[in-house]
Nanobody, 121 residues
Framework: QVQLVESGGEVVRPGDSLRLSCAAS????????MAWFRQARGKEREVVAV???????YYGISEKSRFLISRDNVKNELYLQMTDLKSEDTGVYYC???????????????WGQGTPVTVSS
């Protein structure tokens, strides 16, 4: 059984930092592209950050200076370090994996259930 399980989501204040984790099991994702997506209330799911098997990374325009995506292929885990959080970062964050490189949610085969992040004063 293949599973992706996110953790780390909390209610935080603007300017806070937060680290999300994604634990994968059932197969190795060392050769897969992995990503974090966010879905805010009333909006479509959008890409936050992508990391390829060769560790090349991509970020959304509003996240590139504040977020850092990383992976540990030995532990089969994915991480997202977020700093200087803003209210617009609020949403459910999903861990996902794909066999190819893509920014599109429809191209990702494996998904976690999501972990909510709320940034509010």
């Amino acid at each position: 059984q293949v599973q992706l399980v996110e953790s780390g989501g909390e209610v935080v204040r603007p300017g806070d930092s937060l680290r999300l984790s994604c634990a994968a099991s059932g197969r190795s994702f060392s050769r897969a592209t992995m990503a974090w997506f966010r879905q805010a209330r009333g909006k479509e799911r959008e890409v936050v950050a992508v990391i390829r098997w060769n560790y090349m990374v991509y970020y959304g325009i509003s996240e590139k200076s504040r977020f850092l995506i990383s992976r540990d292929n030995v532990k089969n885990e994915l991480y997202l370090q977020m700093t200087d959080l803003k209210s617009e970062d609020t949403g459910v964050y999903y861990c996902a994996a794909a066999e190819g490189d893509s920014w599109l949610p429809t191209d990702y085969q494996y998904w976690g259930q999501g972990t909510p992040v709320t940034v509010s004063s």
